[in-house]
């Protein structure tokens, strides 16, 4: 974000910065809940990742519901606000968890902690 601040533009390719998750619960949402647990959950990306929401990435964020508690009431806005932390949790594990892809010169979050 420095770099932007001060004049830089943000280059990629299209589609190569991409964070793909889902979310999931087993309380019967519809599907408009389901949309904005979806839209919710997006704010966990904005947490770990700067900038994100570019005009080059694919972000998406799936929201799905087994529907099995039927007779559980839960809160659409209490749902999302946790995916939300699941999906920050997520996207800072997998930075951790990932591994480089050397034929691509692609160091990964690990190779700068070495030595």
Not at 29 to 47: L, P, T
Not at 87 to 103: D, F, G, N, P, W
């Amino acid at each position: 974000m420095a770099a932007i601040m001060v004049g830089y533009r943000v280059v990629t390719s299209t589609g190569s910065n991409t964070m793909i998750g889902a979310v999931a619960t087993n309380v019967p949402f519809s599907k408009a809940e389901m949309n904005k647990i979806a839209q919710m959950a997006h704010d966990g990306f904005a947490r770990n990742i700067n900038p994100t929401h570019t005009m080059s990435d694919g972000d998406t964020i799936f929201a799905l519901s087994t529907g099995k508690a039927s007779s559980v009431g839960a809160d659409v806005s209490a749902i999302g606000a946790m995916a939300a932390t699941v999906m920050a949790h997520a996207v800072a594990r997998t930075v951790l968890q990932a591994k480089s892809l050397c034929e691509h010169q692609l160091p990964a979050h690990r190779d700068y902690l070495k030595g």
